[in-house]
């Protein structure tokens, strides 16, 4: 299994900016799917994007979608979450996760089953 740490999170005001990042080591990062979830209090964890192996497609969530940007940098083993337009409904603790299930179309990467690794999570919250 690969070790994930997430950072950046914080802070903002409605309409905000954040750039989450995940780190990876233990294994080659350039094999993995990657995702992020988040998990709101009392809610269940939900998904928010995926990213191929070598980041030639990205996947997300209805919520998110352009306003949030999946990418990844293998030569870094690092993946981002570019968050713009914050919401109040954003607030959340976001987890990356990582998948060697890469023979799976990345639509079905919207299950956190597919998912063998996790990090900690980091905190968003969003001021209205």
């Known amino acids: 299994q690969v070790q994930l740490v997430e950072s950046g999170g914080g802070l903002v005001q409605t309409g905000g900016s954040l750039k989450l990042s995940c780190s990876a080591s233990g294994h080659t990062f350039g094999s993995y799917v990657m995702g992020w979830f988040r998990q709101a209090p009392g809610k269940e964890r939900e998904f928010v994007a995926a990213?191929?192996?070598?980041?030639?497609?990205?996947e997300y969530a209805d919520s998110v979608k352009g306003r949030f940007t999946i990418s990844r940098n293998n030569a870094k083993s690092t993946v981002y979450l570019q968050m713009n337009s914050l919401k109040p409904e954003d607030t959340a603790v976001y987890y990356c996760a990582a998948s060697p299930r890469t023979y799976y179309s990345l639509n079905y990467f919207n299950s956190d089953s597919l998912y063998d690794s996790w990090g900690r999570g980091t905190q968003v919250t969003v001021s209205s």
């Open positions: 990213i191929t192996t070598v980041g030639s497609s990205t």
